[in-house]
Every structure is written in structure tokens, then in C-alpha cells.
């Protein structure tokens, strides 16, 4: 099992979609609505099959952005890229879920990693090449409604990433 799989279980699995509610700007927003369960599932079913997606998600995201690649070159074990992703998946379970810390921390990370050189949409893209990468691994198992609930909160996730302040 692997290390991602371990760590689902425990989550709060509510079949009903998940409504995101919050304003990232003073003023009124409809909540957007998307399903956590699927957005969990998805995880899950890529950890049991791929174990280990941190090598496939980094893969793809320096195919897709080479000039990425050199700020990585002293992480020649890969446990670097391992830990950052894990913090990923580990803030979009909160975000989906209670929401403790997540949204700032989307927000604080934005710009930590302008500092390292990293533009606010490429940080935004990571998100959706950690999704890319689960409907590669998923294969078949990736729904219609697996893509919905994703593409809803890469949208949400989008919008915390490039606000400031």
C-alpha cells in the first residue's frame, strides 16, 4: 500500500457533493460545488495502482515546462519533489474538506514560489498536472463526473493561487 493510499482512509468520505463557500474578494460569490468524494477516490485509486505518482506528476510537469526543471537540480533523490507533492494533496484535502489552513496556505505558497522563480500561472498549473497525471493512472475509471468534480476545484484552487495579499 502505498504511501498515499495509507492516508486516505482516514478522511470523511460524504457521497453528497462538497459546496466550496468563501469570497476571495469582499463582495458575494456563488459557492461552486463539486464532488470530494470523487476528487478523494481519484487519489486513492491512483495510489493503489501507481504507488509512488510524485516521478509521473514532476514527469509531466517538466515535459510541459522544461524551464521548471533546473530549479529541481539539487533534488537528485527526488525527495524534494516527493514531500512538495504530498503537501499538495495534503492541502487539497483540506481544502475540500474542513478548510483549516488550505486556502492561505495556496495563497502564501503563490508567492513563496514567485521568490523561487516560479510565475503564479505555473504554480496554478500544477494542480492540473497532478490531475492530468490521476486520469493517465486512472485510465477508464476517470467518470465524466470525476472531471467535473476536478475541473471545479482546479478552478477554486486557480483563484486562491492568484490572488494577492
Given at each position: 500500500?502505498?504511501?498515499?493510499a495509507s492516508?486516505?482512509?482516514?478522511?470523511?468520505?460524504?457521497?453528497?457533493?462538497?459546496?466550496?463557500?468563501?469570497?476571495?474578494?469582499?463582495?458575494?460569490?456563488?459557492?461552486?460545488?463539486?464532488?470530494?468524494?470523487?476528487?478523494?477516490?481519484?487519489?486513492?485509486?491512483?495510489?493503489?495502482?501507481?504507488?509512488?505518482?510524485?516521478?509521473?506528476?514532476?514527469?509531466?510537469?517538466?515535459?510541459?515546462?522544461?524551464?521548471?526543471?533546473?530549479?529541481?537540480?539539487?533534488?537528485?533523490?527526488?525527495?524534494?519533489?516527493?514531500?512538495?507533492?504530498?503537501?499538495?494533496?495534503?492541502?487539497?484535502?483540506?481544502?475540500?474538506?474542513?478548510?483549516?489552513?488550505?486556502?492561505?496556505?495556496?495563497?502564501?505558497?503563490?508567492?513563496?514560489?514567485?521568490?523561487?522563480?516560479?510565475?503564479?500561472?505555473?504554480?496554478?498549473?500544477?494542480?492540473?498536472?497532478?490531475?492530468?497525471t490521476l486520469?493517465?493512472?486512472?485510465?477508464?475509471?476517470?467518470?465524466?463526473?470525476?472531471?467535473?468534480?476536478?475541473?471545479?476545484?482546479?478552478?477554486?484552487?486557480?483563484?486562491?493561487?492568484?490572488?494577492?495579499?
Amino acid at each position: 500500500m502505498s504511501v498515499l493510499a495509507s492516508s486516505l482512509p482516514q478522511l470523511d468520505r460524504q457521497s453528497s457533493p462538497h459546496q466550496v463557500s468563501g469570497s476571495l474578494r469582499f463582495g458575494s460569490r456563488k459557492p461552486v460545488e463539486f464532488d470530494k468524494a470523487l476528487i478523494i477516490q481519484s487519489l486513492e485509486i491512483a495510489g493503489e495502482r501507481a504507488g509512488d505518482i510524485a516521478p509521473l506528476v514532476y514527469g509531466r510537469l517538466f515535459s510541459q515546462h522544461p524551464e521548471m526543471l533546473p530549479l529541481f537540480v539539487r533534488d537528485k533523490t527526488g525527495a524534494v519533489r516527493g514531500e512538495m507533492l504530498f503537501k499538495v494533496i495534503e492541502a487539497i484535502l483540506d481544502f475540500i474538506g474542513p478548510r483549516t489552513y488550505a486556502n492561505m496556505m495556496i495563497r502564501n505558497e503563490a508567492v513563496t514560489h514567485e521568490g523561487y522563480g516560479v510565475p503564479r500561472e505555473v504554480f496554478s498549473v500544477f494542480f492540473g498536472t497532478l490531475r492530468d497525471t490521476l486520469c493517465e493512472i486512472l485510465g477508464r475509471d476517470w467518470t465524466p463526473q470525476t472531471e467535473t468534480s476536478w475541473r471545479t476545484l482546479l478552478s477554486e484552487l486557480d483563484e486562491y493561487a492568484k490572488a494577492t495579499g
